[in-house]
């Protein structure tokens, strides 16, 4: 089974600030992944598609970048409404799996 | 692209439940539909995954539930089931369903979940 290991845990931002968050698979996965976003409440949300393809009606704050083992999400300026878990998901084999997730909290 | 999941409750271990989730919005019998779940305190774990008619809907399963959960699906009413036996109280979760992947889950679009409560 492919692991996928996320960090950090968790952080603490400002609204503006440049966040990133790293994925690692434990072994390569070409660029079969996704970033997601979930709320308490609300369906959770694709925001990244094939490591670095931005899903459709999602802002361009949010990137994605990395193919094989190590992949990244960033958000250019951080905005009130993004204070969310994020979680990577691989889905190049099974069983697909996700990372441990990152919450974003406000500082 | 709605999906509305229902369903959960409150159930004792042992027993059994049948999670629905309809579509609407898109041509349902065109997707694959996975299940996931996320335990209190806990991160995502993929569940279930049915391919669409046109892939032969063959279904997968994760490890954990093999066995004990089944995945379907009813293209005529645009709706997936999660038919869920011998529950433990570890099952308690929210549970998520969503659409997309043809080989292996690669979701686009989730539902809001709907709660699992497994306890005596």
């Known amino acids: 089974d492919i692991q996928m290991t996320q960090s950090p845990s968790s952080l603490s931002a400002s609204v503006g600030d440049r966040v990133t968050i790293t994925c690692r698979a434990s072994q390569g996965i070409r660029n079969d992944l996704g970033w997601y976003q979930l709320e308490p409440g609300k369906a959770p949300k694709r925001l990244i598609y094939e490591a670095s393809s931005l899903q459709i009606g999602v802002p361009s704050r949010f990137s994605g970048s990395g193919s094989g083992t190590e992949f990244t999400l960033t958000i250019s300026s951080l905005q009130p409404e993004d204070f969310a878990t994020y979680y990577c998901l691989q889905h190049n084999s099974y069983p697909p799996s996700f990372g441990g997730g990152t919450k974003v909290e406000i500082k | 692209v709605p999906l509305v999941e229902s369903g959960g409750g409150l159930v004792q271990p042992g027993r059994s439940l049948r999670l629905s989730c309809i579509g609407s919005?898109?041509?349902?019998?065109?997707?694959?539909m996975s299940w996931f779940r996320q335990a209190p305190g806990k991160g995502l774990e993929w569940l279930a995954f049915?391919?669409?008619?046109?892939?032969?809907?063959?279904?997968e399963y994760a490890a954990s539930v093999k066995g004990r959960f089944t995945i379907s699906r009813d293209d005529s009413r645009s709706i997936a089931y999660l038919q869920m036996n011998s529950l433990k109280t570890e099952d308690t979760a929210l549970y998520f369903c969503?659409?997309?992947?043809?080989?292996?889950?690669?979701?686009?679009?989730w539902g809001q979940g709907t709660q699992v409560t497994v306890s005596s």
């Open positions: 049915i391919r669409s008619k046109a892939y032969g809907g063959t279904t």
């Open positions: 969503c659409r997309g992947g043809i080989r292996i889950p690669k979701p686009d679009y």
């Open positions: 919005g898109f041509t349902f019998g065109d997707y694959a």
